[in-house]
């Protein structure tokens, strides 16, 4: 069996996790020797190995070593109800890591499913609202995926591969401050609530949001945008336990124009 990671974070990202949780998926109950025997060449192992049983991702037991986490399979899904069920957009929201087994359908439609974004800042009431595939981390040079300004400011912070346009992008504007960045965008794109065409000097941040084609050069000092204002509101709903994000979030196949919304200052 091998096994594919959802919503990874700092100890699920390390190479040696991943190859101690597959080879532990083939090799029940091991000793730590053979650990040490197969595994030769990983520097400070064992403070490793406890730092994964700190987390609750590693178990010991009588000095034996299995897997932490539950793997979910095309098994433990109902299907027949599950057939062609499409529900309304809605933010699924689980933390924690989720583990799949490759290759099963469950994975397939996760990586297939939508991810619903928002971008909001302390500078105004703008919220920008985007979509892009749940699998938007795992294939920089899929260019089918849609891209977002949302991609890019959480794929920077983690340092995540980038695709061509945010390797773009961040030649223009690095590693800024989202907050800082979203002040000045968001103040720009407000000015087109009041009018259909904006004068501007060309400055980075409006580069960035010609670059993601939110808003069009008309000339050489102005523009027009992309996006449209809507009260649109799409909900959040946060997930205590696994299967159920799974369930709701394979349903999440609607696509939908990014656009600004206002909410609540």
């Not at 178990?59 to 070593?65: A, E, F, H, M």
């Not at 990586?111 to 974004?117: A, D, F, P, T």
């Not at 690095?174 to 407000?190: C, N, S, W």
């Not at 409006?206 to 102005?222: A, C, D, F, M, T």
Request: charged content about 30%; glycine content about 2%.
């Amino acid at each position: 069996m091998t096994i594919k990671i959802y919503n990874e974070n700092r100890l699920t990202s390390q190479p040696f996790f991943k190859d101690l949780i597959e080879y532990l998926a083939q090799h029940d109950e091991v000793m730590l020797r053979q650990i040490h025997k197969d595994f030769a060449d990983v520097k400070n192992i064992d403070r490793q190995i406890d730092s994964f049983i700190a987390a609750g991702l590693i178990l010991r037991s009588d000095k034996r070593y299995s897997l932490g986490f539950h793997v979910f399979n095309d098994s433990e899904f109902d299907w027949e109800t599950l057939k062609d069920k499409i529900a309304e957009p809605q933010k699924n929201i689980y933390e924690a890591p989720i583990f799949i087994e490759k290759e099963s359908r469950i994975e397939r439609l996760l990586s297939q499913s939508i991810l619903y974004q928002s971008l909001t800042n302390q500078t105004n009431q703008v919220i920008l609202n985007f979509m892009t595939s749940f699998s938007y981390k795992e294939y920089p040079q899929n260019t089918e995926i849609p891209q977002s300004l949302a991609n890019y400011f959480d794929k920077v912070a983690k340092n995540l591969p980038l695709t061509p346009l945010e390797t773009e992008v961040y030649q223009i504007i690095g590693d800024v401050d989202p907050e800082y960045a979203l002040k000045y965008m968001t103040t720009f794109l407000l000015k087109f609530m009041r009018k259909e065409v904006v004068k501007s000097k060309s400055d980075i941040f409006v580069n960035v949001l010609e670059k993601y084609k939110y808003i069009e050069k008309i000339s050489e000092k102005e523009y027009k945008c992309l996006l449209k204002f809507s009260e649109q509101v799409i909900p959040e709903q946060k997930y205590a336990d696994a299967k159920s994000f799974i369930i709701a979030q394979i349903q999440q196949t609607s696509a939908i124009e990014p656009f600004i919304s206002l909410g609540d200052k």
